[in-house]
């Protein structure tokens, strides 16, 4: 079956840098867009970053200059790279695949990575 697997999370200081990696198994649909949410405990999922094809990036406002995504297409792989983390950014840290097929929403998700920044 299908699998998204994310990776990188961790315990980091106020401050401190994360790099979060999602790896594809299996057979995947090409996969048009890749992107990262992510929940914090007792709050609803969030929209964090996504990429295209083409190279294309978008952030949420709060992690803007921060925050960076970026891909390898050979790999199919996505990652987070997280600088100046904040408390506020602890959450469990999704990655999400939109195949050719779709307009919207999403095909695969992975099961998480959790990301506690301590104050």
């Known amino acids: 079956q299908v699998q998204l697997v994310e990776s990188g999370g961790g315990l980091v200081q106020f401050g401190g840098s994360l790099r979060l990696s999602c790896v594809p198994s299996?057979?995947?649909?090409?996969?048009?867009?890749m992107a990262w949410w992510r929940q914090a405990a007792g709050k609803q999922r969030e929209w964090v970053a996504d990429?295209?094809?083409?190279?294309?990036?978008k952030y949420t406002d709060s992690v803007k200059g921060r925050f960076t995504i970026s891909r390898d297409n050979a790999r199919n792989t996505a990652y987070l790279q997280m600088n100046g983390l904040k408390p506020e950014d602890t959450a469990v840290y999704y990655c999400?695949?939109?195949?050719?097929?779709?307009?919207?929403?999403?095909?695969?998700w992975g099961q998480g990575t959790q990301v506690t920044v301590s104050s």
């Open positions: 999400a695949t939109r195949s050719a097929f779709r307009s919207e929403g999403w095909d695969y």
């Open positions: 299996g057979r995947l649909l090409p996969i048009n867009v």
């Open positions: 990429i295209t094809l083409d190279g294309t990036t």
